[in-house]
């Protein structure tokens, strides 16, 4: 079929649509029928009335009564005829009326022999005339010319249901159009959905769709390369913890053994840490938008230092604050605290002992904030900045140094959460690298 009269589904924007307008077409139609049957009824009664009243008049002027034929009258009209004299006596009365002797003047009910009857009484000086009509033949010839009045809207209202049934079920075509590519595609398949020839108040979903479609085509590219290259860089560590323990197994003695078995927890400590890095960054890449609150940037800042004082320590570093701010930001905490902790890390792990390791928290000329971390370390060339935030890339500077190359990645999935740009520079002061957090949000201070 071209189109369902009714649709089954019980949440059908068509069969409410449907449901509603023929709805709303049925009641109007009713209503007007109402209004018409009545209005005919009216007009029906005031014909007669009128009838009845040019018959008297038609009598009272002399036209002979030969053209009324009181039995077909009677029988198809109920109409009945009686004329007195001006002394009173009577001069005509229809075949088997029952109408009394006198009636007042002008049209009147009257009831008479259990018959209800509509009269006219028209008198002059030399005569009375009285015409009547039986109520019940006149009511029933009223509804017979009422009903024709009606009989074409009722004829007329299934068929305009039908139109307009079919015009919504054409304006929905393309909406059963789209549904119907959208139920053949595959899996995979999340090309835009085409907008031509939709409704304007469709384009928009199908707009959001195709956006989200996008999103989601980028986010599954995005999880496909992370796969591969998780698989790629975790192919080495795990063939070299293989390959220690072989070692391990064919020492032949206890100072090779002890040798063996450290450098196979080295290898296993530098796997784990990669694992770490790996879910570390899938979650951030892959975290859903929450609401943001606000964070106490200071508050943050101060728990990361205490946390990687002990370490830094262990290596020889001057880990301080050389400039704190009282500031705060919308976003996520433990997100932040991960943004931070990895630069930190990386600062430590990659600046030789003895060095300096400085973190500041500032308020911008623009009124944002940002987080700077500089270190005295050998930094990373200007031609191999725009790569060290890819996953699994390292600068040749740093690549003696035991890591995962997922740090910088995790900075810049975190800044990009928040709306925050990462940018990496010389340190004047240390003459290592400086790295700045500049959050784009207004921020606002609090108590420190």
């Not at 069969?15 to 209005?39: D, E, F, W």
């Not at 009686?82 to 001069?91: E, N, S």
């Not at 800042?301 to 604050?321: I, N, Q, Y």
Request: charged share 20%; net charge neutral.
């Amino acid at each position: 079929m071209m189109w369902r009269f009714w649709a089954p589904a019980r949440h059908s924007l068509r069969a409410r649509l449907q449901a509603l307008v023929l709805g709303t077409i049925l009641l109007a139609c009713a209503v007007l029928a109402a209004t018409a049957y009545r209005n005919a009824l009216f007009e029906a009664d005031a014909l007669f009335d009128e009838h009845l009243r040019q018959m008297a008049q038609a009598v009272q002027q002399g036209v002979p009564l030969g053209w009324i034929n009181p039995e077909e009258a009677s029988e198809d009209a109920g109409i009945e005829v009686q004329i007195w004299g001006a002394d009173g006596f009577p001069l005509f009365r229809s075949p088997r009326s029952v109408l009394p002797g006198r009636a007042v003047l002008g049209f009147s009910d009257i009831q008479s022999g259990g018959v209800r009857y509509r009269v006219y009484t028209l008198q002059t000086a030399l005569q009375t005339v009285q015409i009547a009509q039986d109520m019940s033949a006149r009511d029933a010839r009223a509804r017979a010319l009422a009903f024709r009045a009606v009989l074409p809207l009722l004829g007329i209202t299934p068929m305009l249901m039908l139109v307009v049934g079919w015009i919504i079920g054409r304006a929905l075509r393309p909406v059963q159009r789209m549904q119907r590519q959208v139920a053949r595609r595959s899996a995979d398949d999340l090309s835009p959905l085409p907008e031509q020839g939709l409704p304007d108040e469709v384009r928009p979903l199908v707009g959001e769709l195709n956006a989200l479609f996008a999103r989601v085509q980028s986010t599954l590219q995005a999880q496909r390369h992370f796969v591969a290259d998780a698989a790629h860089e975790l192919r080495s560590p795990l063939t070299a913890l293989r390959l220690q323990m072989q070692a391990l197994q064919r020492a032949a003695d206890e100072p090779t053994r002890e040798l063996a078995a450290q450098r196979l927890r080295q290898g296993i400590e530098r796997a784990i840490d990669l694992v770490g890095q790996l879910l570390l960054l899938a979650r951030q890449e892959s975290a859903p938008e929450a609401q943001a609150q606000p964070v106490d940037l200071l508050a943050l800042t101060r728990e990361v230092m205490a946390e990687c004082l002990p370490l830094a320590g262990a290596r020889g570093l001057d880990l301080g604050v050389d400039q704190a701010d009282a500031l705060t930001v919308p976003g996520q905490a433990e997100a932040l605290r991960v943004l931070l902790r990895n630069l930190v890390d990386n600062a430590i792990k990659y600046t030789p002992g003895p060095g300096t390791i400085d973190v500041s928290l500032l308020r911008q000329a623009d009124g944002t904030a940002a987080w700077v971390v500089e270190d005295s370390g050998p930094g990373i060339p200007v031609g191999e900045r725009a790569r060290v935030f890819d996953r699994f890339k390292r600068g040749e500077s740093v690549a003696e140094v035991p890591g995962s190359g997922l740090g910088l990645a995790i900075v810049e999935a975190v800044a990009r959460q928040h709306g925050a740009r990462v940018s990496l520079g010389d340190s004047e002061r240390l003459g290592g690298l400086k790295v700045t957090v500049a959050f784009d949000a207004k921020i606002g201070a609090t108590t420190a």
